[in-house]
């Protein structure tokens, strides 16, 4: 299987650069994956693909400003931080540009040394360990001084933080938003409640390595980044007992369903537990829990449009891609949604 298979051409009017103004009012594409049959819809019916007894299965991970913008202290040089994962209390493992200019024992101010950083080691791929000094509590240093670290093709100012934050977000983690969820709005949701639909919780925190370009022509010599995730007693139960009841299990995002695939048995049930995973879906690979997802539209060649593609297909896949691009569909984070049943 090559790289190369996962392509399509996407014109760059297609990538949207601002979120709507109403989050449910994305237009939804429906794609029946046994079928290949494509529908057209607004995002606030998604109730009607919804039956009671089915179970939603949403990531509650929330999106830490993680960019932050600095100056050497030693010539005042700009440096630009992102911070990928917490390491130890202090500790975090970044991504520096330009990288030349963290070296071992450099240290970097921020926000006049409200946060101040020290460089400790070049780590994988060129990352940077920083322990971070700072007064009072982290978070709340973070809030003031960082950004929304956008995806780089996104090249908007974002005016309002919470868009790129699900309305649900809960859990400090992420450095991307699982922008599946980004449509949901409280209203729609417990709409949804009341329709009978149970509604359970994963948490996964959000590398940039979602974003990572697959390099090699072989798709299976592609490495994934690891991320955090953990799924509560009473979230496992729940989906364990819809699937019994004969329900389906319809996952919210390819980091939900990376989460559930991680956890499940081979008989698809699912464990209460947290850890770390790598997890890399494509064609061929048997779901052992999910039965739909709704999702985005995902980067050419990317682990995500492999991940759907192993759910419905890749020539399914990619014709409801072509379709999208003809309808002029709204492409990657802030875009438009697509329900795959």
Known sequence: MKTSDFYYDLPEELIAQDPLEDRSSSRLLTLDKETGEICHDVFRNI????????????????????????????????????LLKRKQDNVWETLVKPGKKARPGARISFGDGMLTGEVLEVVDEGNRLIRFEYEGIFEEVLDQLGQ??????????????????????????????????????????????????????????VGLGTFRPVKVEDVQEHHMHSEFYRIEEEDARLINETRAAGGRIISVGTTSTRTLESVADEDGTVRAKSGWTDIFIYPGYQFKVIDGLITNFHLPESTLLMLVSALAGRENILHAYEVAVKERYRFF???DAMFIH
């Open 47 to 82: 109730k009607n693909y919804l039956k009671p007894g089915d179970c939603l299965v949403l990531n509650n991970t929330k999106v830490i400003p993680a960019r932050l913008i600095g100056a050497k202290e030693e010539t005042g040089g700009k440096v630009e931080v992102l």
């Open 333 to 335: 984070s802030f875009g």
């Open 148 to 205: 929304m670290p956008l995806p780089p093709y996104i090249t908007h100012q974002l005016k309002d933080k919470n868009r790129y934050q699900t309305v649900y977000a809960k859990y400090d983690g992420s450095a991307a938003a699982p922008t599946a969820g980004l449509h949901f709005t409280e209203e729609l949701l417990q709409q949804i409640r009341e329709m009978g639909v149970k509604i359970a919780w994963v948490t996964l925190h």
